[in-house]
């Protein structure tokens, strides 16, 4: 069965501190890997695509990285701004075009 | 903004009633997927759809809930006869293409039933 689990479920930094974010994933064959970034109150705003093992993407203070099994979101040096929730989705590659997400990881930059 | 819109932002119906999701894509997507996101749990699947036609409702109940594209004019998720357990907010996406591509998602619609 297609599965995403995403840990911790919730992180607490102060700014500067970095930290990485973790997605585990089961499929039967990976079209992409996708990261989100949810605002309260806000729809999932898109982040990066990730399609094979090795991929790494860079956007200002995220990096987000690929192997067969895992994927992470490296935060470095977080700002306040940076505080939200942080999706991980999966597209296999043999069930149409549905994504499967993980439940999130809540995370607050402390000024 | 040619982002994808959804409305209304806010819907209360009491049970019985029957609520309707609207979503308009982002210009030339032609790819749209509804989402249900439950307290405490993940984006779920419902359906995909592309102009006037139903390609995937695996994640969609077999009973009360219906989505359509037409050839002019929004997606609509429709559910009929709401109960309680449909409060949720849901959310719209589409793509370009199928497969592969990023899905863009609305500001959703949080449905609550009292």
């Known amino acids: 069965e297609d599965q995403v689990t995403q840990s911790p479920e919730a992180l607490r930094l102060q700014e500067g501190e970095s930290s990485s974010l973790n997605c585990s994933y089961t499929v039967s064959g990976l079209r992409g890997l996708f990261w989100y970034r949810q605002d309260p109150g806000k729809g999932p705003e898109f982040l990066f695509t990730l399609y094979s093992a090795g991929e790494e993407k860079e956007k200002e203070r995220l990096k987000a990285t690929l192997t067969k099994k895992e994927s992470f979101l490296h935060i470095t040096a977080p700002k306040p701004e940076d505080s939200a929730t942080y999706l991980c989705?999966?597209?296999?590659?043999?069930?149409?075009?549905?994504?499967?997400f993980g439940t999130g990881t809540s995370l607050t930059v402390i000024p | 903004n040619a982002g994808v819109m959804q409305n209304p932002r806010h819907l209360v119906r009491r049970r019985g009633q029957e609520a309707r999701l609207r979503c308009s894509p982002m210009?030339?997507?032609?790819?749209v997927y509804w989402y249900r996101q439950l307290p405490e749990e993940g984006l779920k699947f419902m359906v995909y759809l592309q102009k006037e036609n139903i390609i995937d409702e695996s994640g969609m109940p077999k009973e009360r809930f219906s989505a359509e594209f037409p050839k002019e004019g929004p997606s609509i998720l429709r559910i009929q006869q709401v109960v309680r357990g449909d409060s949720a907010a849901y959310f719209c996406?589409?793509?370009?293409?199928?497969?592969?591509?990023?899905?863009?998602f609305g500001d959703g619609t949080r449905l609550s039933i009292l």
């Open positions: 210009k030339g997507h032609s790819h």
């Open positions: 996406a589409s793509s370009p293409i199928q497969g592969g591509q990023p899905q863009h």
């Open positions: 989705a999966v597209q296999p590659a043999n069930t149409g075009n549905q994504f499967y």
